[in-house]
Nanobody
Framework: QLQFVESGGGLVQPGGSLTLSCEASGFTVDYYAVGWFRQAPGKEREGVAC????????KYSDSVKGRFNVSRNHYTKKIFLEMTSLKPEDTAIYSC???????????????WGQGTQVTVSS
């Protein structure tokens, strides 16, 4: 099945940190931008960050700007989302998908992963 596989989620206290990773299964991320999204229960999916293939373009939602950092390793083909100063409102399922350029409309993304759960709670 062609999709990203996300990992690294878990339970963390407010103010804590987590690093998520995603890896493509069955397709390439070479020459593609990758985006991170999240969806909390009862809410619409939200774009969190995107990263161009070169890594030179990074975009973040206002809700995570200054706290999250997106990066990629061209050797391992993995894409990372470093999350710091986590808040309870960051609780959601986080997933990634690829697109041609960053930023892009959500409809242009493909190969969505199942996601990894992040829960921020004391």
């Amino acid at each position: 099945q062609l999709q990203f596989v996300e990992s690294g989620g878990g339970l963390v206290q407010p103010g804590g940190s987590l690093t998520l990773s995603c890896e493509a299964s069955g397709f390439t991320v070479d020459y593609y931008a990758v985006g991170w999204f999240r969806q909390a229960p009862g809410k619409e999916r939200e774009g969190v960050a995107c990263l161009s293939y070169s890594g030179g373009i990074k975009k973040y939602s206002d809700s995570v700007k200054g706290r999250f950092n997106v990066s990629r390793n061209h050797y391992t083909k993995k894409i990372f989302l470093e999350m710091t100063s986590l808040k309870p409102e960051d609780t959601a399922i986080y997933s990634c998908a690829r697109t041609r350029v960053c930023p892009s409309e959500e409809g242009s993304y493909e190969y969505w992963g199942q996601g990894t759960q992040v829960t921020v709670s004391s």
